[in-house]
């Protein structure tokens, strides 16, 4: 399975940039989220790997073959890049059984393919299958109802199932109509020896493959039907639709037809499988246990999948890796519990996380011992100790410097001739503070930020309600689930959310002490948004 790699990939409509200066590398088996929300960029992304979408710039490789070139005018048509997609709407065709909607684009590829003798593979099969009639008993046996009549319908389907064989094979295997002790070693050996004579004759390899100079010899074709019912036939197993393949969409479950389609983008074994919100039409229960499905799909077929989702839960229980956007702009891109833990920012360290992050505006300089002396909430002093080594001073100094390089950059590509001015700007993320009054903010003056303007990041796990903490809060709302609370504490006019394990009950109005706990406190920059380091907080 290949690498996908983006480099300096731009769509742009006019002065609106969809996709601004995109570097990704999608790694062999991997199973990446495009994260973020409306309109960030996700699906275009998607489209210009896929080839549906014309990037205005950059250049996309699938493995080993440049796929997209802006500057040497190349761009692979969709259909060459032997990609699957699987949609929202899976649009499955009403008037087909699932077997013909999973097998029609099958019977439509037209390909250069290996020149096999199928006559001779297939005998040789049955030839093997009966040289151990025993198991094919045992398998029938299965099939019989209570007074001893053998379904023939179910006993094609478990003996496809048991041997792996086409529909075709399996009723030539049913038509000779195994009983115990009945011997068919006459048969299946003169089977045997047809298919050996006829390997023999024309030079086929093991697969009865032709072979010429010692190359597999191929052909453009069409897919032979024994071909196409193996393809559907394997993948229906894996995605578990073997015994509805007779019927109509429409008297499927929605997961059901979910299924279906995802056996139809696999069944031509797609090297990349792009998936655009293929969850969202269904109901939440079902949404989960798809959930479980692909993973295990993914696992299983070994493909790479690229998933687009603006669902943070999704994307974090799903991917290996997270690839997050926003304003067409990659923020981060991570395993997910390190986008979790480790965000660059304060989009990221919003975006994520369920119940979402508390942030809390501070203000402050670094001592000399390392550690950040804060004013927090209103007026209370805190002192945040950084986990590892931190220069303030330092790393302020670089953010500079690497602003003045970016404006630099931008100055030089501006006086190109091609340039167009990004219409939709990249600003700092704007955090929300809770307070019990919220803040008009738009009736607010732009503030002038210092290097002393600050801001925390604690999760709702880092806030512990305990006899001898030094905050004191009032419990303002609590959402006991049984399992856990989500729960809201006052802290002067500023609200944070809490999450406390067991069954725990809260009354509102109670008054409670509590510690911000652990040493994942993140500290941003309140002007870039940044995030500057990880450490804990002492109040
Ligand atoms: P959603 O989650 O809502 O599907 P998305 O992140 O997938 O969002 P995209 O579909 O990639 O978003 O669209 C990115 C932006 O590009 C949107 O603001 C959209 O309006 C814009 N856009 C998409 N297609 C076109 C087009 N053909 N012409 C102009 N603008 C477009």
């Known amino acids: 399975?290949?690498?996908?790699?983006?480099?300096?990939?731009?769509?742009?409509?006019?002065?609106?940039?969809?996709?601004?200066?995109?570097?990704?590398?999608?790694?062999?088996?991997?199973?990446?989220?495009?994260?973020?929300?409306?309109?960030?960029?996700?699906?275009?992304?998607?489209?210009?790997?896929?080839?549906?979408?014309?990037?205005?710039?950059?250049?996309?490789?699938?493995g080993d073959q440049v796929v997209f070139d802006s500057d040497m005018g190349i761009n692979i048509p969709a259909n060459k890049r032997h990609v699957g997609f699987l949609f929202q709407n899976y649009a499955l065709w009403p008037n087909m059984t699932v077997y013909q909607n999973i097998a029609f684009?099958?019977?439509?590829?037209?390909?250069?393919?290996?020149?096999?003798?199928?006559?001779?593979?297939?005998?040789?099969?049955?030839?093997?299958?009966?040289?151990?009639?025993?198991?094919?008993?045992?398998?029938?046996?299965?099939?019989?109802d209570k007074k001893g009549k053998l379904d023939e319908k179910k006993a094609i389907i478990k003996l496809i199932d048991a041997f792996t064989i086409s529909q075709y094979t399996a009723k030539k295997l049913f038509g000779y109509h195994l009983e115990q002790g009945r011997d068919v070693s006459a048969e299946a050996a003169s089977l045997k020896e047809k298919a050996a004579a006829a390997k023999k004759a024309q030079g086929l390899n093991d697969e009865y493959q032709f072979v010429k100079d010692g190359k597999v010899l191929t052909e453009t074709r069409k897919l032979t039907k024994e071909e196409i019912d193996l393809s559907v036939r394997r993948v229906s197993r894996i995605v578990k639709i073997g015994m509805f393949m007779d019927r109509y969409p429409a008297e499927l479950s929605g997961g059901q037809q979910q299924r279906v389609a995802i056996a139809r983008t696999l069944a031509p074994e797609p090297s990349v499988l792009f998936m655009d919100e293929p969850l969202s039409n269904l109901d939440a229960k079902l949404?989960?246990?798809?959930?479980?499905?692909?993973?295990?799909?993914?696992?299983?077929?070994?493909?790479?999948?690229v998933y687009v989702t603006h669902d943070q839960m999704e994307a974090m229980t799903l991917a290996t890796q997270i690839c997050l956007i926003n304003n067409g702009v990659l923020q981060q891109y991570d395993v997910p519990l390190t986008v979790y833990n480790r965000p660059n920012n304060l989009f990221v360290a919003d975006f994520v996380g369920n119940p979402s992050i508390n942030f809390v505006e501070a203000r402050g300089a670094q001592g000399a011992d390392g550690s950040v002396d804060l004013t927090i909430f209103d007026g209370r002093k805190a002192k945040f100790v950084p986990k590892e080594k931190t220069d303030l001073p330092g790393w302020f100094k670089a953010r500079d410097e690497?602003?003045?390089?970016?404006?630099?950059?931008?100055?030089?590509?501006?006086?190109?001739?091609?340039?167009?001015?990004?219409?939709?700007?990249?600003?700092?993320?704007?955090?929300?503070?809770?307070?019990?009054?919220?803040?008009?903010?738009?009736?607010?003056?732009?503030?002038?930020?210092?290097?002393?303007?600050?801001?925390?990041?604690?999760?709702?796990?880092?806030?512990?309600?305990?006899?001898?903490g030094a905050l004191d809060g009032e419990i303002y709302g609590a959402m006991p689930t049984g399992m856990e609370s989500t729960i809201k504490i006052r802290i002067d006019d500023f609200l944070l959310t809490g999450v406390v394990f067991g069954s725990t009950l809260f009354t509102i109005g109670e008054k409670v002490k509590l510690t911000i706990g652990g040493d994942n406190i993140m500290l941003f920059d309140r002007r870039s948004g940044k995030c500057i380091a990880f450490g804990s907080l002492q109040c």
């Open 105 to 144: 684009g099958l019977a439509n590829i037209k390909d250069e393919m290996p020149k096999v003798d199928f006559d001779a593979k297939n005998t040789a099969r049955l030839g093997e299958i009966l040289s151990n009639p025993a198991e094919v008993v045992k398998v029938l046996e299965e099939c019989r």
């Open 1 to 62: 399975m290949p690498e996908i790699k983006l480099e300096h990939i731009t769509k742009r409509w006019g002065k609106f940039y969809a996709v601004d200066d995109l570097d990704l590398t999608i790694a062999d088996n991997a199973f990446v989220t495009l994260l973020g929300p409306s309109g960030c960029g996700k699906t275009t992304t998607l489209r210009m790997i896929a080839g549906l979408e014309t990037p205005t710039s950059g250049r996309i490789t699938i």
């Open 287 to 305: 949404r989960l246990e798809m959930r479980y499905e692909l993973q295990r799909l993914h696992v299983e077929t070994g493909s790479t999948f």
């Open 402 to 468: 690497a602003e003045a390089a970016a404006a630099a950059e931008l100055k030089r590509r501006s006086a190109e001739k091609n340039y167009v001015e990004k219409g939709n700007k990249d600003e700092t993320f704007r955090y929300h503070i809770a307070k019990v009054e919220e803040d008009d903010f738009s009736l607010q003056e732009e503030p002038v930020l210092t290097n002393e303007d600050l801001v925390l990041g604690v999760r709702p796990e880092f806030i512990h309600i305990a006899g001898d």
